[in-house]
C-alpha cells in the first residue's frame, strides 16, 4: 500500500513505475501497448507515466492509501431548544441513536451536543463544527433531522460543507417527530414576535419623525 504522499514526482519511468507494481519494466511495457496504463512518449520515445495517472492506477489496483483522508473524522450533533429537553435526555437520546444506527460506519467520531434556538446562528457548538469543516477536519456530520442544525440557511450550510468534501447525514428518528415539530412552532412564534416589534420598532420611530415636522 502507498500513500498519496509517497508521489513526490510529477512523471515517472518505466522502471519507477515497475517498483511501484511490483513487476518487470517488461510487464509495464505490455501494460502501455494494451492501453492500460495512459504513458506519455517523449521525442526519444521514453516512456514517462504522470503521478496523476499513477495514483489513479494505484487506487484501482486497491494499492493506495489516502493520507488526507485518513485524518478526517466523523461528527455527530446533537441539538435542544429547551433545557427542560435537555434534563430529560433528548440530547443524550439523539447522540445515542445515531450512534446506534450508524456506528459502524463513522470514523473516530466526535460527539458535539447543545442547547439552543435552530434559529440562533451563533450557536457555540455549532461554530466549532464550521470552523472544524472550514479545516478540512470533518468526513460527515450525522444528525437526527436537518433542523438540528439550522432552521434557515441549511442549504447554505450544506453547500459551503460540500466544498469541503464534507457531507450532512440526517438519519431520521421518527419517535423524535413530535418533538421536532413543536420546536418549529415555538421558533415559528419567536419569529413572528421578533418581527413584530421590528416593525413596532419602525413604525414608532416614523410616528416620532413625523411629530417633529
Same mark, same amino acid.
Given at each position: 500500500m502507498y500513500r498519496k504522499s509517497d508521489l513526490t514526482k510529477a512523471y515517472y519511468k518505466t522502471g519507477e513505475v515497475a517498483s511501484f507494481l511490483g513487476i518487470t519494466p517488461r510487464a509495464v511495457q505490455l501494460k502501455d501497448m494494451r492501453g492500460e496504463l495512459p504513458f506519455e512518449h517523449t521525442d526519444t520515445g521514453r516512456r514517462i507515466l504522470s503521478r496523476d495517472? #499513477?495514483?489513479?492506477?494505484?487506487?484501482?489496483?486497491?494499492m493506495l492509501y489516502d493520507d488526507e483522508e485518513a485524518g478526517? &473524522?466523523?461528527?455527530?450533533?446533537?441539538?435542544?431548544? +429547551?433545557?427542560?429537553?435537555?434534563?430529560?435526555?433528548?440530547?443524550?437520546?439523539?447522540?445515542?441513536? #445515531?450512534?446506534?444506527? %450508524?456506528?459502524?460506519?463513522?470514523?473516530?467520531?466526535?460527539?458535539?451536543?447543545?442547547?439552543?434556538?435552530?434559529?440562533?446562528?451563533? &450557536?457555540?457548538?455549532?461554530?466549532?463544527?464550521?470552523?472544524?469543516?472550514?479545516?478540512? %477536519?470533518? &468526513?460527515?456530520?450525522?444528525?437526527?433531522?436537518?433542523?438540528?442544525?439550522? &432552521?434557515?440557511?441549511? %442549504?447554505?450550510?450544506?453547500?459551503?460543507f460540500a466544498e469541503h468534501g464534507t457531507n450532512i447525514i440526517a438519519?431520521?428518528?421518527?419517535s423524535q417527530d413530535k418533538a421536532v415539530q413543536e420546536e418549529l412552532v415555538e421558533d415559528m412564534m419567536s419569529?413572528?414576535? +421578533?418581527? +413584530?416589534?421590528?416593525?413596532?420598532?419602525?413604525? +414608532?420611530r416614523r410616528n416620532r419623525?413625523?411629530?417633529g415636522q
Open positions: 495517472s #499513477l495514483l489513479a492506477y494505484l487506487d484501482k489496483c486497491n478526517r &473524522r466523523d461528527l455527530v450533533y446533537a441539538r435542544v431548544s +429547551s433545557q427542560d429537553q435537555k434534563s430529560h435526555g433528548d440530547l443524550d437520546r439523539q447522540a445515542l441513536f #445515531l450512534i446506534e444506527h %450508524e456506528g459502524k460506519d463513522m470514523r473516530n467520531p466526535l460527539i458535539l451536543e447543545e442547547c439552543g434556538s435552530g434559529m440562533d446562528a451563533k &450557536r457555540p457548538k455549532l461554530q466549532q463544527l464550521i470552523k472544524m469543516v472550514m479545516r478540512n %477536519e470533518i &468526513r460527515n456530520v450525522y444528525v437526527t433531522h436537518r433542523d438540528r442544525l439550522a &432552521r434557515f440557511g441549511f %442549504e447554505y450550510l450544506e453547500t459551503a438519519v431520521r428518528d421518527e419569529l413572528i414576535a +421578533s418581527f +413584530s416589534g421590528k416593525l413596532y420598532g419602525l413604525r +414608532s419623525k413625523g411629530d
